[in-house]
């Protein structure tokens, strides 16, 4: 019964927060949204005082079973590990090995390093929920929305429109490439030996196993009843079970309650650990052979998903005949944070690069940096869109505080940078044509177009940027005609300040 509700809990937690980082209508958010707020890392880079301690009395209470039902990362490889048993015919291919700690203990310092430094997108890489949010992200969401435009089309002809196209683009090539990596490297483990990277290389599995040592309610070995058959060991996904000394190691048991169902003696129940009675449940320190058994991981689905993101985009056209440039992104002196953000080092100190405000902007304004100082966090650029000044969606969906609640009006009057004009890429001199695209839609009113030669009234008419009042949203930038780079640009500021 408890694997069985533990399996159910796990399905829903997954799949929800999987829909979290597919879904571009920003409703699941509203409904689902705490189930980014409650993972573990994002909970601690916001100082969720509530969520951790939460987290940390639910593993002292019934073990690690965050890592079972509410990890992300951790359900999707006890997914690929249970495919892995109905794929080799071999349910029972796991044995108990002894953990490995000064590992452990080596990639948690690393990553508490880097977390203190302000370096959170180095720590991301192996951060459980950011590693799956960047997945989800970049290899699901590709596949969803191709999904949800052959369904637009489909409607269309039938003159329905309960679906709407939206736009397949690649984001960032660099962070696509970890994503795949990432996808490899835990398929391959989870394939081979279940709970490697939970128990070997993730931080909050470490903590978290710290923690759980000391638990309440825990599996237990009555010694009176095994029979040591090691049916128990070769079911344990997490290594974790030493049935020859009728022993667990705690520190890596994910509570998923596997054992309990596959004793025939009935010699494992899960209870508190102060009415052992007979029952034997001590840590265990001895050594045991590995799992002798390797076959080679197929990547079908990775292959699949990877195909889809890499599809060639649409051309687009001018009346059908020329072909339209692409915009190319400026060189700024200053990246662009999103409003909410505060600074460029509270984001850089805070955002653990998890992609959700990324797949959530509706306007197509966030994409992964690839600058090695923030890699993978999300940084504004105006090729696709703008940021429209009622947009407040990234706000509404950060889990680790590196964008904080905004309103509509607060951000209106929220200054994350400042337009520059570029003279020898404006079209009125370059071409010799009347524009003035930048000034019409500019949503504060801080550009207007006065003319080149302040004593010729009919000389062309040139923007001017009233740098007090703009905002710095990228309504020019995105709307300039000029290709490949724009004749007017944001430039970011370190500090936002309000107008």
Known sequence: MLRKIR????????????LLFLDFTGTLHVWFGWLADIQFVPAVLALNAAVIVGLLVLTLLFGRVYCSVICPLGIFQDIISYVSGLRRRKRH?????????????????????????GFASFASLIDPYAAYGRMASHL????????????????????????????????????????IATLVVLCVLAWRNGRTYCNTVCP?????????????????????????CHLCSRTCKASCIDSEHTQIDYSRCVACMDCLDTCRQKAIT??????????????????????????????????????????????KVDGGLAVIEDKKIPARATRLTPPGSLDTQHFAQHCIACQLCVSACPNQVL?????????????????????????????KVC????????????????????????????????????????????????????????????????????TERCIGCGACE??????????????????????
């Open 204 to 228: 909050v599995g470490t903590v978290l196993g710290f923690i759980s040592r000391y638990s309440l309610f825990r599996p237990v070995i009555d010694t009176e009843k095994c029979t040591h």
């Open 399 to 466: 889990p680790a505080g590196a964008i904080l609640p905004i309103t509509p009006a607060e951000k209106s009057a929220i200054q994350i940078g400042h337009a520059v004009w570029i003279a020898n890429n404006c079209v009125v001199l370059t071409d010799g044509v009347a524009c003035g695209n930048c000034a019409r839609h500019c949503p504060t009113g801080a550009i207007s177009m006065l003319p080149y030669v302040a004593e010729d009234a009919s000389s062309p008419k040139i923007p001017v940027v009233n």
């Open 270 to 315: 899960y209870r508190s650990r102060f009415r052992m009675g007979k029952a034997h449940a001590t840590e265990t320190t001895s050594a045991a052979q590995p799992d002798k058994e390797r076959r080679r991981f197929l990547s079908t689905t990775v292959l699949l998903a990877t195909s889809a993101v890499l599809k060639a985009q649409e051309k």
């Open 93 to 117: 291919r796991f044995s108990y090995s002894p953990a490995i700690n000064w590992l452990r203990y080596i990639f948690l310092a690393l990553f508490i390093v880097a977390l203190a430094a």
């Open 7 to 18: 399996r159910t809990l796990a399905v829903l937690s997954i799949a929800l927060l999987t």
């Open 367 to 395: 994409r992964p940096s690839s600058d090695l100082r923030t890699f993978m966090q999300p940084e504004m650029s105006y090729e696709r869109g703008y940021c429209r000044p009622e947009c407040t969606e990234c706000s």
């Open 478 to 499: 995105n709307l300039c005609p000029a290709r490949p780079f724009s004749a007017i640009y944001v430039e970011g500021h370190e500090v936002h300040r309000t107008i």
């Open 140 to 179: 699901l969401a590709p596949v969803y929305r191709w999904g949800n435009n052959l369904l637009a089309g489909m409607a269309e002809k039938l003159d329905s429109y309960a679906f709407y196209n939206t736009e397949i683009w690649l984001k960032s090539l660099p962070v696509l490439i970890v994503a």
